[in-house]
C-alpha cells in the first residue's frame, strides 16, 4: 500500500506561483512512477508530468501545452515528497490536484495509477 497527501493549494491571483507537495508513504520503490493530475469541475481528469522515484524519466503531457514551461515536477527521495512548481498561473489552472502512484514505467493514463492521494484544490482568480 502507498499513502499519498497533498497539500499546498489554495485560492491565487493570475500570475501568481504555488508549489503543490505530495507526502509518500508505506511501499514505494525507485521504480515508482509518481504523477499529477487534475481535474476541473465538468471535464475529465488530465495527466500534467510524471517521474520515477529513482530519477529519470521525467515527462510531462504531449498535449500540455498549456503548462509547458509554467509546471515543473520535481522530488525529494530523503523526505518522499513530490513537488509540482506552478509558475505563472491561469484561470484555467483553476481544478483539484492529485498525486499518484504507478508500478508502471511510463503511466500516463489515470487507469494506469493505483493509488491516489485526497487532492488539493487550486483556485486561480482573474
Known amino acids: 500500500q502507498v499513502q499519498l497527501v497533498e497539500s499546498g493549494g489554495g485560492l491565487v491571483q493570475a500570475g501568481d506561483s504555488l508549489r503543490l507537495s505530495c507526502a509518500a508513504s508505506?511501499?514505494?520503490?525507485?521504480?515508482?512512477?509518481m504523477g499529477w493530475f487534475r481535474q476541473a469541475p465538468g471535464k475529465e481528469r488530465e495527466f500534467i508530468s510524471a517521474?520515477?522515484?529513482?530519477?529519470?524519466?521525467?515527462?510531462?503531457?504531449d498535449s500540455a501545452d498549456s503548462v509547458k514551461g509554467r509546471f515543473t515536477i520535481s522530488r525529494d527521495n530523503a523526505k518522499n515528497t513530490l513537488y509540482l512548481q506552478m509558475n505563472s498561473l491561469k484561470p484555467e489552472d483553476t481544478a483539484v490536484y492529485y498525486c499518484?502512484?504507478?508500478?508502471?514505467?511510463?503511466?500516463?493514463?489515470?487507469?494506469?495509477?493505483?493509488?491516489w492521494g485526497q487532492g488539493t484544490q487550486v483556485t486561480v482568480s482573474s
Open positions: 517521474t520515477r522515484w529513482s530519477g529519470g524519466n521525467t515527462y510531462y503531457a
Open positions: 508505506g511501499r514505494t520503490f525507485s521504480r515508482t512512477t
Open positions: 499518484a502512484a504507478s508500478n508502471l514505467r511510463a503511466a500516463r493514463l489515470y487507469v494506469e495509477y493505483d493509488y
